[in-house]
């Protein structure tokens, strides 16, 4: 019988070979529309996913159109893959806006169930939230009209965000980055590359493995989050980034997987860390890896120090989030996202700015309220999602300190919605400079302090676990600003 | 003692472990412990009071937690409940309990059970704690309600339950009245000190033990009616109601654990001595030094035998034995106090727990001695007896090791109320 145990667990917890590829999204420069931008690339060229064409001729106003749409595409090599999709593409089109624009979306929903798109990190009035108080029927459409704030420009993402069915619907494809503009970006000479994180998994015949929940897989996967084992970025496996010698090249990184946390490094580079879910720092952070929780956003830049010619890895690193029963026994394996090759022209001498912009401590004086989250496995504070519940109350224009306390063996990210935050401390260390965050890893059996401004947007915000599949089982709550 | 020697240790690491690595986990997501009825009393909820802190902490006492959680039954005792501190307190569980280095291999670590917010108790509910002794659901991995089923997907229990790691025995505990289950809670919650102590998780497979705790090896829960298969109606129907009392005092301090049947008066051999594998258990300096001695331990039969269990001895020897740990079989029948404790003590070995149940009540012991003698049907299995010490154990069981009876006074160093 331990024997039998023993195989089953080798078997269920060693991933099967996957596939290594895809051709399924496009990129082109930001502000065009939508052509397909791979007819001129190296085949292994990282591709950009195309920015949403911006349909207004007003100034200062951006209105686009997103559609929610089953089909099929080639996600891995050889097999077609029935898919979700936004503009029938996976990753979906990049939504690009400046602050202070009016953003005018158009959502159109497609696909056989509700759905609703979540703009994970904006702020925004409550309707515009995509939270699952406002589903879109199949079929349905629903517009949504909004100014972007001042002093957000970042990086963030959208994404379905249906009561018990964000976990499914993100897995069949429906993701997107949007990317916030500063007029007066202090990073205005480097190139950028946009880099979009997720993983899936599957069968034999190419359709996306989704186990039954009470099946083996589907209680590890409820356990850990749903992982896969092929790691796509903007839809590709392990793509290829040029850089020439000396080029410093700003990546936004957005990991829109489902439970994945990717604790990120360049073979033999220092990085500099310069962004979080909300933006820049005041100043670059010289680091040899970055994690970056599901959910999560984040800025590095890349600074090409090794020599013409020299091929590295971009590789998510182990990082041991899970629960010691469901850990998987890949877990302190490397796992290769991208290629970053140097090109064999001569050396560019390029600086990088010692101040980014300002970033100020939130008043801690003037708090009204502290709140306790207690993160169980599954649950917050004992309890599961109830959409008729109001978990905590908050009073509009007020701050308020957040302690979220993590009692079990394996990390959660909690995510707040509508309202950006600064970290305070982490396990009682204080944060040693302020950042704009909208999710924060709480590790295992660690506590995160965060202050929160609750301005501008009365409404029922969630709050919660962004594994995915931790939140579609409740790990979820409710805040309502009045 | 309260290291991976210690003799709450042993017993713990003996028997359960042993019937779990012998089983296997069948890794299966069917079904959790189910028993007809396990609703328990609706607003049993006890309040919160001196009184009940006192019962919670004399029930932690008697039935051991000390013994794997820290401190043995001594309240006074440094670390006392706020778990393990060091890996040589981990149990392994799974083949490797049986042969080291062999696979799977689960280890367990005893947590921290002080109300220190962020690595005890202390953000846990007395709920949630009643749900783990009653229905072994961890803490953190079940939700905050009132369960009133055990059956998976019923009545608030969760449809894929996850187990508290073997040994903790919950399928033991489980058997106690809702109140006593509220009373630990309330002594653990209210009636100790936070101590900061963070134990790593303890493993285990994916299924969180589910299809190891099984109907069939540790009983229902309720208990099955009386007389089940090994027991009998008592002779004297005046002694009914005690051998009932006795029953239940041996059903909730895990006697079948180690004399075999664990909690399942139904099972063949039930309490009529070791039979399981790991029943018979070494004790001793070998347990950390595998060339030192080993005393084996071979927990008797205690079904009413004439000549291979019990009904050799008087109520009287068995209340001894479990108050004062003194041996039957060496020890003279008369009532002991400190007058006629005997010089030269033969104490049971200690993968007998006496220091831990000899803080039960007197009529709680008693009614045990009453329920062996008059409510399990003989069983003609003669055991042999376990090593003895060249001592009789005399020098191992001292104040420090296994603390004081009765116990020091509430609230000790470690503790807070009064």
């Known amino acids: ?482 | 003692m309260r290291g991976s020697s210690g003799p709450a240790r042993t017993r713990r690491s003996a028997a359960i472990l042993a019937v779990i690595a012998a089983t296997g986990v069948a890794v299966a997501f069917t079904s959790g412990p189910d028993g007809p009825g396990a609703a328990r009393e609706v607003g049993a909820e006890q309040q919160v009071n001196r009184e009940t802190i006192l019962k919670g902490r004399q029930l932690v006492l008697e039935h051991g937690c000390g013994g794997c959680h820290g401190g043995d039954a001594n309240p006074a005792a440094p670390g006392f409940l706020a778990g393990i501190t060091s890996p040589a307190q981990e149990f392994p569980i799974g083949a490797c309990a049986e042969q080291p280095g062999a696979e799977p291999c689960w280890m367990t670590r005893p947590r921290n059970l002080t109300p220190d917010n962020t690595t005890g108790l202390g953000r846990f509910s007395e709920r949630q704690i009643f749900n783990a002794l009653r229905f072994g659901l961890r803490p953190g991995e079940t939700a905050d309600v009132e369960i009133t089923s055990s059956t998976p997907g019923e009545g608030n229990f969760p449809l894929s339950p996850k187990y508290l790691a073997p040994p903790m025995p919950w399928n033991s505990w489980r058997h106690m009245p809702d109140a006593d289950l509220w009373a630990i809670a309330a002594y653990l919650k209210h009636g100790l000190k936070p101590v900061s102590n963070q134990v790593e998780d303890s493993e285990g497979p994916p299924d969180f033990w589910a299809s190891a705790y099984t109907e069939e090896t540790f009983g229902s829960y309720p208990a099955p009616p009386f007389p089940a298969a090994a027991e009998q109606e008592p002779v004297d129907r005046s002694l009914r109601d005690r051998v009932l009392a006795g029953r239940q005092q041996v059903l909730e301090h895990a006697c079948g654990d180690c004399h075999g049947g664990f909690q399942n008066p139904n099972a063949e051999g039930f309490l009529a001595g070791a039979s399981a594998p790991g029943q018979i258990f070494p004790v001793g300096p070998c347990l950390e030094d595998p060339s030192a001695p080993c005393f084996m331990m071979r927990p008797r039969n205690l079904t009413p035998h004439p000549e291979a269990g019990t009904g050799r001895y008087t109520e009287r020897q068995i209340f001894n034995a479990i108050r004062h740990g003194l041996r039957p079989s060496g020890t003279p029948d008369r009532d002991i106090t400190p007058e006629t404790f005997p010089a030269d003590p033969d104490f049971l070995g200690p993968g007998m727990i006496w220091f831990e149940v000899r803080h039960m009540s007197d009529a709680d012991i008693r009614a045990i001695a009453t329920y062996l003698k008059h409510g399990l049907k003989p069983v003609n299995r003669v055991m042999e007896e376990s090593d003895r010490h060249p001592d009789g154990w005399g020098t191992f069981y001292t104040d420090e090791e296994v603390g004081t009876f009765p116990a020091p006074p509430f609230p000790t160093v470690n503790e807070v109320g009064g």
């Not at chain 1, 089953?70 to 400046?98: D, K, Q, R």
């Not at chain 1, 989704?210 to 896969?228: H, K, V």
């Not at chain 1, 990717?262 to 879910?277: I, T």
């Not at chain 1, 957040?402 to 600064?422: C, I, S």
Request: charged fraction near 20%; proline fraction near 9%; glycine fraction near 8%.
């Open chain 1, 1 to 482: 019988m331990v024997a039998i145990v023993a195989a089953l667990l080798v078997a269920l917890l060693i991933p099967t070979a996957g596939p290594s590829a895809s051709t399924s999204t496009a990129g082109t420069p930001p502000g065009a529309a939508e052509p397909d931008p791979t007819h001129a690339l190296p085949a292994d060229t990282l591709v950009t996913p195309p920015v949403l064409r911006n349909a207004s001729r007003e100034p200062n106003t951006v209105e686009v159109t997103l559609t929610a749409t089953p089909t099929t595409l080639s996600l891995v090599p050889g097999s077609e893959t029935a898919v979700f999709a936004y503009n029938g593409m996976v990753p979906g089109p990049t939504l690009e806006v400046y602050e202070g624009d009016r953003l005018i979306i158009h959502l159109r929903n497609e696909l056989p169930e509700e759905t609703t798109v979540h703009w994970h990190g904006l702020h925004l009035p409550w309707y515009a939230d995509g939270s699952p108080f406002h589903p879109i029927e199949p079929g349905g459409q629903a517009d949504f009209d909004f100014v972007i704030p001042q002093g957000t420009a970042g990086t963030y993402w959208y994404h379905p965000h249906p009561h018990h069915r964000s976990a499914y619907q993100v897995a069949k494809g429906l993701y997107g980055a949007i990317v916030v503009r500063d007029r007066d970006d202090p990073l205005p000479e480097v190139a950028e590359k946009l880099l979009v994180l997720w993983d899936n998994r599957f069968l034999q015949d190419g359709s996306i493995d989704l186990p039954e929940a009470q099946s083996m897989q589907g209680r590890i996967d409820f356990e850990n989050g749903r992982e896969g084992d092929v790691l796509f970025v903007n839809g590709q496996a392990n793509p290829t980034v040029r850089i020439r010698p000396g080029e410093v090249q700003r990546w936004r990184i957005v990991n829109a997987s489902a439970a994945r946390v990717y604790r990120l490094g360049l073979q033999g580079h220092e990085l500099l860390y310069v962004g979080s879910d909300g933006g820049l720092f005041e100043k670059p952070v010289p680091t040899d890896d970055v994690l970056i929780a599901n959910s999560e956003r984040i800025e590095i830049l890349v600074r090409g120090t090794a020599a013409p010619g020299s091929i590295v890895t971009f590789q998510d690193l182990p990082y041991d989030r899970y629960i010691p029963q469901t850990r998987p026994r890949s877990w302190d394996k490397p796992r290769d996202l991208l290629t970053l090759q140097y090109t064999d022209e001569t050396p560019l001498r390029m600086e990088v700015p010692s101040a980014l912009r300002p970033v100020a401590w939130m008043d801690t004086t003037d708090v009204t309220a502290r709140r306790v989250m207690v993160l169980t496995q599954g649950f917050i504070n004992g309890k599961t999602m109830d959409m008729s519940r109001v978990d905590e109350v908050a009073e509009l224009g007020t701050r308020e300190i957040w302690q979220v306390e993590n009692l079990v063996g394996m990390d959660h990210p909690f995510h707040l919605h509508g309202f950006r935050f600064q970290v305070l401390a982490r396990n009682g260390v204080p944060e040693p400079f302020p950042s704009w965050h909208d999710t924060v890893n709480v590790p295992k059996h660690e506590t995160v302090r965060f202050i929160v401004q609750l301005d501008d947007y009365p409404g029922k915000w969630m709050f919660h676990c962004h594994i995915l599949d931790h939140e579609n089982a409740g790990m979820m709550g409710i805040l309502e600003v009045r």
